[in-house]
């Protein structure tokens, strides 16, 4: 019996694969476990209508964030810390920190794990920021730190 398979199995193979099985192990296993469904060409073309709509929502995704990073490539915040007499900061700004100085001074809402900084901001001066908005997308923004009055 020959059946498509709706998630990836170590001995069948990977999902939307279309593979050949014994009948008893068809109907014992893969359809009753929700594994495979019988590939009849009413599921193989519903499979394939389903297959182009999430490539399709992918690609609509992939470009929205691609826009996204665009917009965000030349913005930045701006924030102050307070300074010791010999001119150091007293702590360092967080991903929480910056997540939430994006949200009142962009109006954009991104989650504290989505942004990676690769030095601490940990003195007055500018910082590279990343924001992962996709897989395949990471938008740049400058964080700058001042010295608060």
Same mark, same amino acid.
């Given at each position: 019996?020959?059946?498509?398979?709706?998630?990836?199995?170590?001995?069948?193979?990977?999902?939307?694969?279309?593979?050949?099985? $014994?009948?008893?192990?068809?109907? $014992?296993?893969?359809?009753?476990?929700?594994?495979?469904i019988e590939a009849t060409p009413k599921n193989i073309n519903d499979w394939k209508l389903k297959k182009q709509h999430e490539d399709k929502l992918a690609a609509e995704k992939l470009a929205e #964030?691609? #826009?996204?990073?665009?917009e965000l490539k030349d913005k930045q915040v701006i924030t102050t810390m307070k300074v010791g007499a010999n001119g150091k900061?007293?702590?360092?700004?967080?991903?929480?920190?910056?997540?939430?100085?994006?949200?009142?001074?962009?109006?954009?809402?991104?989650?504290?794990?989505?942004?990676?900084?690769?030095d601490a901001a940990r003195g007055i001066g500018g910082y590279k920021v990343e924001v992962k908005l996709h897989p395949e997308v990471t938008a740049e923004l400058l964080l700058n730190v001042a010295e608060e009055k």
């Open positions: 019996m020959k059946v498509i398979l709706l998630i990836d199995d170590k001995k069948l193979g990977k999902k939307g694969q279309i593979v050949e099985v $014994n009948d008893g192990f068809a109907r $014992n296993y893969v359809l009753p476990k929700k594994v495979g #964030a691609k #826009a996204l990073a665009e900061t007293f702590g360092s700004v967080s991903t929480k920190e910056v997540a939430e100085l994006i949200k009142s001074q962009l109006g954009y809402e991104f989650d504290k794990k989505k942004i990676v900084m690769k």
